[in-house]
């Protein structure tokens, strides 16, 4: 039974680094190659000597898929193919492809800033990775290779963000990759056509949790660094260069247009110019406002915000500063952070998950007293606020998505274990199909039920409805015919068809049965008493008695022999064709039974 | 032990010791896992308190730790007596015990408290609801790899069933857990022999330890057992064994085995044969059988005979890089590998014309050629084929004679299959073929090796028909921009081969008409509307002015060419990568036009000044990193080969460079200015003779300082010391670095003789106002404070006496020390780790759904 099996090798029932194995068809796929941040030796990356113990990775692999940009997704994609080897095809959407690199290189300089380690990728091994990627379109069906196909279909989440179809034949697989079923400020609604595959792989991080709105938490926000300001305070967001840096720009430049707030706002790495060039070439990924007021202005040309000089800082009065990287842990962030701490008018803004270790982390879990570099103590007197602006589908998104596409099962993956738990039951108990959810390392296997497409012969058709009803969507009807398996494809048609078509000739054939009488008659009157008992009983049948001493009914055949051993015994041979298969066979169970005494 | 090694581990001691502060931390953090109504801590935490206590314990083997720090067995206990404790806390629980139960003493401590046989024996997690989870089953092999490096550990596992346990858990549903415990039994199985034995091992059981026994048992009745999955994993475990320990008793105990796993090879109903591959190949690595004479060898020759050339491949390839190999074997191994090139050179010409690779009477075609005809089977053959031929071609020394000249036809037949050029017409090479073409796997394989092939001889008669094949890549437009860019790295190692042939006229001109025809090709390329093919002949470009520039006929071609027009021409593509590389090939093209001694063209088109300037232009407003980065590491390039002109023009250009990139957002342009100024430093200062460049005369004292005076009047004007003092306060730390490298540097330089007392001229005066300023500024300002803007308070940094003063009482050696200490010491420090799992106690959960 044809068979696809799953192994996450990371995000098995927890929130790291994105990385699943898919087998379908004997073709292999590597599902997103994320990077753990939490780490900074070998654990940072998927432990990719599990994918094959025989042979090389680009033999086993036929492709790698990376759904969207964040590194959780495509960190370890770098060192995948250019430390470990893997040379072959990598799939991602333009604006994923466009995006991506920057937050690679954006990371490694963080990376080798902060921790001076070697062993990670450089900005060469980025460019060449990126060289090595095809870029997709939305609803593009990409052939990889002559069987496999991969189809991208918009997931919202962040900007390029895409679910992929994979699909062997007649077997398929959705990945969701992260996506959000509520379109928001700047992006749409994941979506997804009823394509029905055999598994459904999706990301569960909101599981258990129906999420507010996430207006709701934009306005906390603009009224948190509103305040903040107006009391002459300074407001530090620290980000990542790409993503959610973008997302809250367009919130405060549109917040400071319609309040005709003067405080500066800067930008402080550079990049902005980059991500936003990205956002206005990608267009068409946004959410619809976005593409609708483009013909007026563009969301993404920002009036109020201006480019960060370190000098900046030291000025008086309020202003809205982003800096990245995004967990306060090196850099110019951090250096703002430092001088910005002591005073308790300013407030940081932590839009982001922070790793253990970094500044982030600490002032978030409420830490106020900093040990810094030569043993500095930092007091923190500044106020710290967490916001989780991500965007990811809650419980009922992902009950929606499973409603929209109609898998026959589901593989929930990104998330945590207890949260998983329940909402496999409800999936279970909601839409009767399996649901599973396996740790990092273990195989699910998932046997698939292959549906066949197989056309029909129009003139087997015509026959069929010319004695039959007419055809109706409701009711399936039963169809015969000859299945003919030629160059990979199916056909049926009428019988006579298929011979002429193959060039064979047509043989009958007949079944036989031998049923014992006992009857010490000669066999002559045995025929006869048989024939008479038949006549009887198959009154609407043309029963014969033939002059070679042969009964037939229809083409059934009976003769008589006395049998060799016991004379008192006769055989009877009884024999009929495929067509007459009901009626031969009630013959010979009724011959079973005897003859009835009164025809003696 | 090496000293370096000595180095380590104490530095490793000291940054994890476990400080009275952190003693102060540990019952509250320990408290704090074990109390269920607790968040669960992020499991990176969880895994650094392991790191943590794994070195902790490497260095101490006494039991001063768990009698010092009663909260860790307190944390077990409580643990175990959670009634569902959750998954990863056992799991952690599990590791930890097996950490601290390393070493004998407290083994024993953990086995008085009756800890050892709840967690590890059979009341423990083993026959709990909880075993279920693989996390805990997972925790439990991990805590038993780390206990077992003692006799007492190994009797509880041995004595209490453990062994079972493990044997069951080789077959575990999770790859990760099934993988330790096949490691475990090897660690387990190595250690009872080795510290269980005292005398040679014979093949009968009363010989071996009990514990080894018991495996080994375990390992024939698997062998010998109709479960296919059995067989797998006790060859696993072989294959492990043999892969890490090379001791005599391993050849023993193959003797047991010898039998069985030969039968594997005849038996067709086993189907482990690339595992057994795997096993024979470890095997042929270990000394242990490097007796040319044994059956082992027999055996292997016997592999590569019977295994079908995909499973027989890697071994194949491993055997030929052995030193030592019986012959008869290596040339079984390389009929494995020859094979499907030979086969392929027999479809691609029918009768063949030349030499095959190999001789007819040794190999049996028919297997290739059947999975070389199917669709399913002859790509992935032909791949792995390549890959290996890469590998072996790759290797410095190979001790085997390859035929290369017939390794490149059936190189250059795959190629021409590839791209549809060549169609033979008989039945085989029409069915590879049809196969082959537009395959992109293969055409990539081939590429690479056939680039690894020009390091070889024997193939210069095909050069010719050679860069035919490459040339047809480089121009077809179906050549996809992967393919097109091994295509230019096997172009360019052939162009240098070329090269480097003896020159009679014909050749002179065969290397004219390729060079011209691969410029042509070239031209186009550095149009095309792919950034990535673009990028890539840039590159190409680049490699072949590194390799080629000082050869006439090159720099004839590529100058007559329009190549150096489109190349300037990209200094303004779209694609910042693209830029970047078109800034590299420009800054190499210069070493062929205007820096050339003899250039052979010199015309308007190629004019230094405005090359230099549109460079500048870039490094001061391009809006992406990579093209700065590109422009200042060429302008570093061409100062440290000499090509930025005399004296006062090389210090013009460092100040003008200088002075663009100093406020460069990028810190890694940052650095190349740094890189830059000091190859200008050192340069200057070997050009105006001062004693320490090894090529300079020796000079009098006099004229030394003169000199020395000289040297900074030309530091001061160019302004690098307003830049190297501000990059010792930049808030990314390699510039720091950098910076108080140079200026020390520079202060040995000044100060031949020591400290400033000792120095003639400025002894008397104390430093000044600014000066002290400037003193404290780093000294706090590095750690704390950003560097004021220009000039504050008073230093004048482009002042020659100030900086002299500045470089003889900063302290620069302090600084230095400071700033190479690992810049996140406080980050990854245990303190820390404890106060943050301490500090999320009690704060809500949500933080952790978020990702990025």
């Keep these: 039974m044809p068979e696809i099996k799953v192994t996450p090798l990371g995000a098995g029932q927890d929130v790291g680094r994105s990385c699943i194995l898919v087998s379908i068809a004997g073709k292999n796929v590597m599902l997103d190659c994320g990077m753990h941040m939490g780490y900074n030796d070998d654990r940072r990356f998927p432990d990719f000597s599990y994918i094959t113990q025989n042979g090389r990775l680009t033999d086993f692999l036929d492709c790698v898929i990376i759904s969207h940009f964040h590194l959780d997704h495509c960190g370890a994609l770098p060192y995948f193919s250019e430390m470990v080897g893997y040379d072959g095809p990598i799939y991602m959407t333009h604006p994923t492809k466009a995006i991506c690199p920057i937050l690679l290189e954006d990371y490694r300089k963080i990376t080798v800033d902060k921790k001076g380690e070697t062993n990670f990728f450089t900005s060469q091994m980025i460019k060449d990775c990126m060289k090595k990627v095809v870029a997709v379109h939305l609803h593009q069906t990409v052939q990889v290779d002559e069987e496999l196909e991969i189809k991208a279909y918009y997931a919202g989440h962040v900007l390029g963000a895409a679910m992929f179809q994979i699909k062997v034949g007649c077997e398929s697989v959705v990945y969701t990759g992260d996506y959000n079923m509520t379109p928001d400020r700047h992006l749409g609604a994941a979506w997804i056509d009823k394509c029905r595959p055999d598994l459904l792989i999706t990301e569960s991080t909101y599981a258990t949790t129906i999420r507010d709105s996430k207006r709701c938490r934009e306005r906390d926000f603009l009224k948190k660094v509103h305040e903040t300001v107006e009391r002459g305070g300074k407001v530090l967001i620290p980000v990542f260069a790409l993503g959610r840096a973008q997302e809250l720009c367009i919130l405060l430049e549109t917040f400071w247009e319609r309040m005709n707030l003067k405080a500066p706002i800067y930008f402080s790495t550079g990049l902005t110019e980059k991500a936003n060039h990205y956002y206005k070439l990608f267009i068409t990924w946004t959410n619809q406002k976005i593409r609708k007021t483009f013909v007026q202005r563009n969301m993404f040309e920002f009036k109020h915000i201006k480019a960060f000089d370190r000098a900046f800082a030291d000025n008086p009065g309020p202003m809205v500063v982003f800096a990245t990287p995004g967990m306060l842990h090196a850099g110019q962030s951090l250096q703002i952070f430092r001088k910005w701490a002591g005073n308790e008018k300013n407030m940081v803004i932590m839009p982001g998950y922070c790793v253990q270790g970094t500044v982030g982390h600490k002032i978030l879990s409420g830490q106020r007293k900093l040990e810094m570099e030569g043993r500095q103590i930092l007091e923190v007197k500044m106020q710290v606020e967490y916001m989780s602006f991500s965007a990811h589908a809650d419980a009922k998104g992902i009950m929606q998505l499973i409603r929209q596409a109609e898998p026959r099962n589901v593989l929930l993956v990104h998330g945590e274990a207890k949260k998983m738990e329940f909402l496999k039951q409800k999936i279970e108990q909601e839409f009767h199909v399996n649901c599973y959810m396996p740790a990092n390392g273990e195989t699910t296997t998932i046997f698939t039920n292959p549906s066949i497409p197989v056309d029909i012969s129009l003139g087997l058709l015509k026959r069929e409805t010319a004695i039959g009803l007419l055809p109706d969507v409701k009711k399936p009807k039963l169809m015969h015919g000859t299945l003919i398996m030629k160059d990979n494809s199916f056909r049926l048609v009428s019988p006579e068809q298929a011979l002429k078509e193959l060039g064979l000739a047509e043989h009958q054939l007949r079944f036989t049965c031998r049923v014992h009488i006992q009857d010490p008659r000669k066999e002559h009157e045995t025929v006869l008493r048989v024939y008479n008992h038949l006549k009887g009983v198959l009154k609407d049948y043309s029963v014969q008695h033939l002059p070679d001493g042969s009964i037939t009914v229809e083409s059934i055949l009976i003769q008589a022999t006395a049998h060799s051993e016991d004379q008192g015994t006769k055989v009877l041979l009884v024999s009929w064709t495929y067509q007459d298969e009901e009626l031969g066979s009630y013959l010979t169970s009724l011959l079973k039974k005897g003859l009835p005494q009164s025809t003696a | ?852």
């Design chain 2, 1 to 852: 032990m090496s000293l370096r090694e000595s180095w380590f581990i104490a530095r490793a001691r000291h940054r994890f010791a476990m400080t009275p502060e952190c003693a102060l931390l540990l019952p509250g953090v320990c408290a704090a896992l074990a109390d269920p109504r607790q968040p669960c801590s992020d499991d990176t935490c969880l895994e650094k308190l392991l790191d943590w206590f794994r070195v902790l314990t490497r260095f101490d083997p006494t039991v001063t730790l768990v009698q010092d720090n009663p909260c860790l067995t307190e944390l077990i206990t409580s643990v175990l007596a959670l009634p569902e404790p959750s998954p990863s806390i056992l799991s952690f629980t599990l590791r930890l015990a097996g950490i601290l139960a390393a070493s004998e003493t407290r083994f024993q401590h953990l086995q008085q408290e009756q800890l050892l046989l709840r967690l590890f024996g059979r009341d423990g997690p083993l026959n709990s609801a909880l075993w279920e989870d693989a996390s805990v089953r997972s925790g439990w092999v991990a805590g038993v790899h780390s206990m077992v490096h003692h006799q007492p550990a190994l009797r509880f596992l041995c004595n209490g069933g453990g062994i079972d346990v493990i044997f069951t858990l080789q077959g575990d549903p999770s790859l990760f857990v099934a993988s330790a415990a096949s490691q475990l039994l090897v660690h387990v199985l190595t250690f009872s022999v080795e510290s269980e034995t005292t005398k040679p091992l014979s093949t009968t059981d009363r010989d071996w330890p009990a514990c080894a026994q018991m495996i080994i048992k375990h390992i024939e009745d698997s062998l010998q057992s109709s479960s296919a999955s059995h067989i797998e994993q006790s060859l696993k475990l072989l294959t492990g064994l043999f892969d890490s320990c090379r001791a005599m008793w391993t050849k023993v105990l193959w003797l047991r085995i010898a039998k069985q796993i030969k039968s594997f090879l005849t038996e067709e109903t086993v189907q482990a044969q690339h595992m057994l591959a795997n096993l024979l190949l470890k095997m042929a690595w270990s000394p242990v059988f490097s007796d040319t004479e044994g059956s082992f060898w027999a055996l292997v020759t016997s592999a590569l005979e019977h295994l079908t050339p995909v499973q027989a491949g890697p071994l194949a390839v491993g055997v030929l890089r052995l030193y030592k190999c019986p012959q008869d074997v290596r040339v079984q191994a390389l009929t494995v590998l020859l094979q499907p090139m030979d086969c392929i050179l027999r479809a691609a010409s029918q009768p063949l014309e030349y030499a095959g690779l190999l001789d007819e009477s040794v190999s049996d075609p028919a297997t290739v050629e059947s999975l070389l005809s199917s669709k399913s089977s002859c790509a992935s053959l032909l791949c792995q084929t390549l890959a290996h031929l890469e590998q072996l071609l790759s290797l410095i020394h190979l001790h085997v004679d390859l035929p290369y000249a017939s390794l490149l036809r059936s190189l250059m037949a795959i190629l021409q299959f590839c791209n549809g050029f060549l169609s033979p017409a008989s039945p085989l090479g029409s069915t590879i073929s049809r196969i082959l073409i537009n395959c992109l796997r293969v055409q990539k394989s081939a590429l690479d090796v056939l680039a690894a092939l020009s390091e070889r001889e024997g193939c210069d008669a095909l050069i010719g028909s050679l860069f035919d094949v490459l040339l047809a890549y480089l121009e077809s437009p179906n050549t996809s921009p992967t393919v097109l860019k091994k295509a230019f790295q096997a172009t360019s190692k052939w162009l240098v081969r070329l090269q480097g042939l003896s020159c009679s006229n014909s050749q002179q001109q065969q290397t004219e008409k390729i060079l011209e025809d691969v410029f042509l090709v070239l031209q186009k390329r550095l149009c095309s509307p792919s950034w990535e093919v673009r990028d890539s002949s840039l590159e190409f470009l680049t490699v072949l002015i590194k390799c080629l520039r000082d050869q006439d006929e090159f720099r004839q071609s590529l100058l007559s060419s329009e190549v150096p027009r489109l190349t300037e021409n990209l200094l303004e593509d779209p694609e910042s990568y693209v830029r970047a590389s078109a800034v590299t090939a420009v800054g190499h093209l210069a070493f062929v036009t205007y820096f050339a001694p003899e250039s052979p063209v010199i015309g308007s088109q190629y004019n230094k000044e405005n090359t230099v300037a549109k460079l500048q232009e870039i490094l001061s407003t391009d809006s992406e990193g990579f093209p700065r980065r590109a422009v200042i590491n060429i302008f570093t390039k061409w100062l440290r080969q000499g090509c930025t002109g005399q004296l006062e023009d090389t210090e013009q250009f460092v100040s003008r460079v200088i002075q663009i990139v100093e406020h460069d957002l990028d810190w890694e342009v940052r650095l190349g200015g740094l890189e830059l100024v000091e190859v200008f430093c050192s340069k200057t200062i070997c050009q105006l003779g001062h004693p320490k460049c090894p090529y300079a005369p020796v000079l009098s004292t006099v004229t030394s300082s003169i000199h020395q005076n000289e040297s900074l009047q030309i530091f001061c004007r160019a302004k690098l010391f307003g830049f190297l003092f501000r990059s010792l306060c930049d808030c990314d730390k390699p510039l720091g670095q950098r910076a108080c490298d140079i200026l020390l540097c520079l202060k040995s330089n000044f100060y031949p003789f020591g400290n400033m007392e000792d120095s003639q001229g400025i002894e008397d005066s104390p430093p000044g106002p600014s000066i002290a300023w400037l003193q404290r500024t780093l000294r706090q300002g590095s750690l704390a404070q950003n560097f004021p803007t220009e000039g504050g308070n008073g230093v004048d940094f482009q002042d020659p006496e100030s900086m002299m003063l500045a470089l003889g009482t900063v302290g620069l050696e302090d600084l230095h020390d400071e700033l190479n200490r690992c810049s996140d010491h406080v980050e990854k420090s245990p303190q820390s780790l404890l106060g943050d799992i301490l500090a999320t106690v009690g704060t809500v959960e949500e933080n952790e759904a978020d990702c990025y």
